[in-house]
């Protein structure tokens, strides 16, 4: 018993010297930067440092909630982020439903290998094709031109960005949003489906009463564990493809907090910003960690 307590523990220790670089870079990265959240409640002057600069309390959460531009960051964060996370349920799932009822291997391994190259792609690339695709002289508008409608700023647009924004992000994500879903129609018994044929079940009866009833516990699951990420818009994507002309609906808070703490220098006021975001989606992850473990019995430890 000692020898294998022993063994316990020796193990126990080598596993923790082997995590401990991974730790000590994660403090390093992300906790330690955490202090710079006291400029929230100060007047930070940069020439005066953390240290030096004056407590104002909650002064610039209160000059936040008066100001316009908060609101309008708040609703286009929001609407985008629903957005984003109810299509990038439905069009994986619907995708990965129909690849499976492919039978031809060779066919199906193709296409999901082309559907997956997007989202290895950074937004810096895909941002630039985006804006060359979609510009006064892109492809798109001379398809429209050919059908005599006059060109399009489609970035510059302040009614359509959102849709773009929107419809890109699932455009080059659903493929690999997919695999999720993909690996779960493989855990379905192939003998549901046998028995659902000799009663006269069709294709479209399989799929509706056997194979969405399957990966319903995963689409749940999915979709729960999403909602920790409602206030995350997707910075990088949005800084790659907005403009001026359309701050109005397609600023969102990490792109604003960005443009006016670092271009405006206004620190104390950005950081309150995302202070306040990150205890909101705090709250959210944790919120919907409990649902996804009372409901789908999922848990991280």
Same mark, same amino acid.
Request: net charge positive; with cysteine.
């Given at each position: ?19 401990l670089?991974?730790? %000590?870079w994660m ?8 202090f710079?959240? !006291?400029?929230a ?5 940069p020439g005066k440092?953390?240290?030096?600069s004056?407590? %104002?309390?909650? +002064?610039?959460? +209160? ?5 316009k531009?908060v ?9 985008? /982020?629903?957005?984003k ?16 009822e492919? @039978?031809? &291997? &060779? ?6 290998? %082309? ?7 950074? *937004? ?5 094709i ?19 409608? +006059? ?7 302040s ?5 773009? !924004?929107?419809?890109?992000?699932? *455009? @080059? +994500?659903f493929? $690999?949003?997919a695999v %999720?879903?993909?690996?779960a ?18 294709? *479209? ?9 399957g990966i319903k516990?995963?689409i749940v699951l999915?979709?729960?564990? /999403? ?18 002309a ?5 600023d969102?808070?990490?792109? *604003? ?13 950005a950081? /309150? &910003? ?6 909101v989606? $705090? ?19």
């Amino acid at each position: 018993m000692k020898k294998s307590r022993n063994r316990t523990k020796s193990r126990t220790v080598s596993y923790w010297i082997m995590v401990l670089p991974a730790l %000590v870079w994660m403090v390093a990265i992300n906790i330690v930067p955490m202090f710079g959240i !006291v400029m929230a409640f100060q007047d930070f002057n940069p020439g005066k440092g953390i240290f030096g600069s004056e407590f %104002v309390g909650l +002064e610039n959460f +209160e000059y936040m909630m008066q100001m316009k531009d908060v609101s309008q960051i708040f609703t286009n964060t929001i609407v985008i /982020a629903v957005g984003k996370l109810i299509l990038n349920v439905l069009v994986p799932v619907c995708f990965a439903l129909l690849l499976n009822e492919i @039978k031809n &291997v &060779v066919f199906k391994r193709c296409v999901q290998t %082309v559907v997956y190259l997007p989202h290895f792609i950074s *937004w810096v690339v895909m941002g630039g094709i985006l804006l060359d695709v979609f510009g006064l002289y892109g492809p798109i508008n001379g398809i429209l031109s050919n059908f005599g409608f +006059e060109p399009i700023a489609f970035f510059r647009s302040s009614k359509l960005f959102r849709q773009l !924004v929107i419809g890109t992000d699932v *455009w @080059k +994500e659903f493929g $690999f949003n997919a695999v %999720v879903y993909l690996a779960a129609l493989t855990g379905i018994s192939p003998e549901l489906y046998e028995a659902a044929s000799i009663d006269g079940a069709g294709r *479209w009866k399989r799929m509706w009463h056997i194979t969405l009833p399957g990966i319903k516990p995963v689409i749940v699951l999915m979709t729960i564990l /999403a909602l920790g990420n409602i206030l995350n818009a997707g910075f990088d994507q949005i800084y790659n493809l907005y403009n001026q002309a359309v701050y109005s609906t397609g600023d969102i808070i990490d792109t *604003w907090v960005y443009r006016v703490g670092l271009n405006d220098m206004q620190f104390s006021l950005a950081t /309150a &910003v995302g202070l306040l975001k990150s205890v909101v989606g $705090f709250l959210m992850i944790s919120g919907s960690y409990l649902i996804a473990y009372k409901k789908a019995n999922y848990r991280i430890f």
